[in-house]
T-cell receptor, first 112, second 111 residues
Framework: EAQVTQNPRYLITVTGKKLTVTCSQN?????MSWYRQDPGLGLRQIYY???????DKGDVPEGYKVSRKEKRNFPLILESPSPNQTSLYFC???????????FGSGTRLTVV | KQEVTQIPAALSVPEGENLVLNCSFT??????LQWFRQDPGKGLTSLLL?????REQTSGRLNASLDKSSGRSTLYIAASQPGDSATYLC??????????FGGGTRLMVKP
């Protein structure tokens, strides 16, 4: 089944403790992206990647890092999480050119 | 910068009604437009994708139209059911594979 898999689904962590949210897709898509969703602010793009070793900032990249060492994986790294990064995070992928996006099931992160 | 607006923000209808959700965008130079469904606290499920060269797409009780020149898309849901209750998101695909989302329409279908 074609899908985007995120892990973990839920995570509660403490301020400053580094964490990684994994994202993997099995559709051989070139393009992958991370979004966060917050009440009243909608979905905002954090980072995206057009292909292996090619990444760029989205609208809200502060406090996040990404890497794209393999085509299928696009982890989101929070080096020093803060409470304002409490959010629902989504990973998405698409082919190039864009024939529609597939989203993961989301990761609900709480930073205390 | 592309801006996407969805009207109404919330909608409550009795079961069986046909309904229309609206999406407008400011920059008509789009690659495609995608409608998603999101249940509370859950992921996004793709409903329909309309490429920029297309005028509409249909899937079951859903029909989405696209008018690029006027910057509008509509999602038509026929014979609504309580199971259709969810938030519906419109997203515009721009150059560079960028995706811009609207704020969503929260739909409640009452039995």
């Amino acid at each position: 089944e074609a899908q985007v898999t995120q892990n973990p689904r839920y995570l509660i962590t403490v301020t400053g403790k580094k964490l990684t949210v994994t994202c993997s897709q099995n559709m051989n898509h070139e393009y992958m992206s991370w979004y966060r969703q917050d009440p009243g602010l909608g979905l905002r793009q954090i980072y995206y990647s057009m292909n292996v070793e090619v990444t760029d900032k989205g609208d809200v990249p502060e406090g996040y890092k990404v890497s794209r060492k393999e085509k299928r994986n696009f982890p989101l790294i929070l080096e020093s999480p803060s409470p304002n990064q409490t959010s629902l995070y989504f990973c998405a992928s698409s082919s190039l050119p864009n024939y529609g996006y597939t989203f993961g099931s989301g990761t609900r992160l709480t930073v205390v | 910068k592309q801006e996407v607006t969805q009207i109404p923000a919330a909608l409550s209808v009795p079961e069986g009604e046909n309904l229309v959700l609206n999406c407008s965008f400011t920059d008509s130079a789009i690659y495609n437009l995608q409608w998603f469904r999101q249940d509370p606290g859950k992921g996004l499920t793709s409903l329909l994708l309309i490429q920029s060269s297309q005028r509409e797409q249909t899937s079951g009780r859903l029909n989405a139209s696209l008018d690029k020149s006027s910057g509008r898309s509509t999602l038509y849901i026929a014979a609504s059911q309580p199971g259709d209750s969810a938030t519906y998101l419109c997203a515009v695909g721009n150059a560079g594979n960028m995706l811009t989302f609207g704020g969503g329409t929260r739909l409640m279908v009452k039995p």
